[in-house]
C-alpha cells in the first residue's frame, strides 16, 4: 500500500472541502438545474458573470469541459486554435479540441506560457484555400506549465490587438484566474475584457470538489448550453455544488496569497539544496517547477524517498518535479516538504558509485 501523504504538493487540485464549505452545501437551496430552477447555481452563474464582466454564465463540471465546450462554440471542423505549447488543452485534454470540434491547435513555442502578437501574427495562416482557418486564440491565466505565470495586461492586450487584425476570437483558460487577480491586484473583469469567453475553475485553489463557470455574451452561452446538454454535462440539483463555489468565492480568493508566499518559500528552500535549481524565472503565484538534473538523481527516485516521508510533489519528466501549494499546506508544510526533498537529494544517486559525497 502506498504510505500516508501528508503534505501533498502534487496539485492544488487535492484540496478537501472545509467543514464551513460542507455546511454551506449541505444547506443550499436546490432545484433542477438543467431546467434552469436550481436558484444556487443560477446565484453562482450570476456571480462569475459580474465576476468576469460577461453577460452570462454557465456551471460545467469541470475546466476542460469549459474549454472543449468553448472550442465548439468559437470553431467548426478545420479552424485551428493558436495556444501556447504548454497549454492544457494540448497536453492534458486528450486532444479533445480534434476529437469533438475537429480543430486543430497550433502551439506556439513559449518557456513561460506567455506568447505576444508577434507570435500571434506568424501564427495566422493567410495563403490560399488549402490551409486551416485561423480562428481563435487561447490564453491560459495563470500558465500552469510555464510555471504558474501571470500574463499582464499589457501582455493580453498585445495579444487582443493582433487577434482583432485577423477577425480571431479570444478564450481564456482561467483555470486559475483568481491567482493571477490576487498575485498582480489586476481585478478579474478587467483580465478577461478583451476575451470571447473566459471560465473559472472551483475545483483548484478555491477549494471546491467540483466544477467550473464559463462565462462570455448571452449568444455565447446560449450556445454553450446546447453543447452542455450534449455533451451530458447538464446536471441536477447541482446547487449542492454551486453553493460550494460561492462560499469559496466569499472566503477563499484573499488567502490565495497565502498559497503564493508558500509557494516561494518553498523554492527559496529548494533552491538552497545543492543540486536542485528552480526551473522558471519567476514564482508568481503557486506553481514551482524543480530541476534536479544536477544532483545526478531521478525525480521518480526523489519522489519514492519523499513519498516515504508523507510528502508528495509531482513528477513532469526524468528530473523535473512540479510543486503547487493550495490551502491544505501551510507554512510549516512547504519547509517540513523542502526538509524532506534535502535529504532525498542528499541520499544521492543510488545508480552511481561515488554518490552521497
Ligand atoms: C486543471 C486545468 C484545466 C482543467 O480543469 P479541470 O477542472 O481539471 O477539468 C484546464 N486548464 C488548466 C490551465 C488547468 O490547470
Same mark, same amino acid.
Given at each position: 500500500m502506498a504510505p500516508s501523504i501528508r503534505i501533498d504538493l502534487a496539485s @492544488?487540485? $487535492?484540496?478537501?472541502?472545509?467543514?464551513? #464549505?460542507?455546511?454551506?452545501?449541505?444547506?443550499?437551496?436546490?432545484?433542477? &438545474?438543467?431546467?434552469? &430552477?436550481?436558484?444556487?447555481v443560477n446565484a453562482l452563474c450570476d456571480r462569475v458573470a459580474r465576476l468576469l464582466g460577461k453577460e452570462a454564465a454557465l456551471f460545467l463540471p469541470s475546466g476542460s469541459m469549459c474549454n472543449q465546450i468553448a472550442i465548439l462554440v468559437h470553431c467548426r471542423p478545420g479552424d485551428e486554435v493558436i495556444a501556447a505549447d504548454s497549454a492544457h488543452i494540448v497536453g492534458a485534454e486528450g486532444a479533445g479540441a480534434a476529437v469533438f470540434a475537429g480543430a486543430f491547435v497550433h502551439p506556439v513555442?513559449?518557456?513561460?506560457?506567455? %506568447?505576444?502578437?508577434?507570435?500571434?501574427? *506568424?501564427?495566422?495562416?493567410?495563403?490560399? #484555400?488549402?490551409i486551416p482557418r485561423s480562428r481563435l486564440v487561447e490564453v491560459e491565466q495563470t500558465a500552469n506549465r510555464g510555471g504558474g505565470t501571470v500574463w499582464s495586461l499589457d501582455e493580453i492586450e498585445d495579444i487582443a490587438a493582433a487577434a482583432a487584425e485577423f477577425g480571431l476570437s479570444l478564450h481564456m483558460d482561467?483555470?486559475? $484566474?483568481?491567482?493571477?487577480?490576487?498575485?498582480?491586484?489586476?481585478?478579474?473583469?478587467? %483580465?478577461?475584457?478583451?476575451?470571447?469567453?473566459?471560465? !473559472?475553475?472551483?475545483?483548484?485553489?478555491?477549494?471546491?470538489?467540483?466544477?467550473?463557470?464559463? *462565462?462570455?455574451?448571452? @449568444?455565447? !452561452? &446560449?450556445? *454553450?448550453?446546447?453543447w452542455? =446538454? /450534449? #455533451?451530458?454535462?447538464? #446536471?441536477?440539483?447541482?446547487? +449542492?455544488?454551486?453553493?460550494?463555489?460561492?462560499?469559496? $468565492?466569499? =472566503? =477563499?480568493?484573499?488567502?490565495?496569497?497565502?498559497?503564493?508566499?508558500?509557494?516561494?518559500? %518553498?523554492?527559496?528552500?529548494?533552491? @538552497? !539544496?545543492?543540486?536542485? /535549481?528552480?526551473?522558471?524565472?519567476?514564482?508568481?503565484?503557486? +506553481?514551482? %517547477? $524543480?530541476?534536479?538534473?544536477?544532483?545526478?538523481?531521478?525525480?521518480?527516485? !526523489?519522489?519514492?524517498?519523499i513519498e516515504a516521508e508523507g510528502v508528495r510533489i509531482g513528477v513532469e519528466d526524468r528530473f523535473r518535479m512540479r510543486a503547487l501549494t493550495h490551502l491544505d499546506v501551510d507554512r510549516q508544510g512547504v519547509e517540513e516538504a523542502a526538509d524532506a526533498l534535502r535529504r532525498a537529494v542528499r541520499a544521492g544517486n543510488p545508480k552511481s558509485a561515488r554518490s552521497g559525497s
Open positions: @492544488d487540485t $487535492l484540496t478537501k472541502p472545509t467543514p464551513a #464549505m460542507r455546511r454551506a452545501m449541505a444547506e443550499a437551496e436546490v432545484g433542477d &438545474e438543467q431546467r434552469g &430552477e436550481d436558484p444556487s513555442a513559449t518557456p513561460t506560457g506567455v %506568447f505576444s502578437g508577434a507570435d500571434v501574427r *506568424a501564427a495566422v495562416r493567410r495563403l490560399g #484555400m488549402k482561467g483555470a486559475r $484566474l483568481m491567482n493571477a487577480v490576487v498575485a498582480s491586484d489586476v481585478s478579474a473583469d478587467r %483580465f478577461a475584457a478583451p476575451f470571447d469567453s473566459a471560465w !473559472i475553475d472551483l475545483s483548484k485553489g478555491l477549494g471546491c470538489p467540483v466544477g467550473a463557470v464559463l *462565462a462570455g455574451s448571452a @449568444d455565447f !452561452i &446560449e450556445q *454553450a448550453w446546447v452542455k =446538454h /450534449r #455533451m451530458g454535462g447538464a #446536471m441536477r440539483q447541482a446547487g +449542492i455544488l454551486a453553493a460550494a463555489g460561492l462560499y469559496a $468565492l466569499d =472566503h =477563499h480568493v484573499e488567502r490565495l496569497a497565502e498559497d503564493h508566499a508558500n509557494a516561494r518559500r %518553498f523554492a527559496e528552500l529548494a533552491a @538552497d !539544496i545543492p543540486g536542485v /535549481r528552480i526551473a522558471q524565472e519567476r514564482i508568481d503565484t503557486n +506553481i514551482v %517547477f $524543480l530541476d534536479l538534473r544536477e544532483t545526478g538523481t531521478e525525480a521518480e527516485e !526523489i519522489a519514492r524517498r
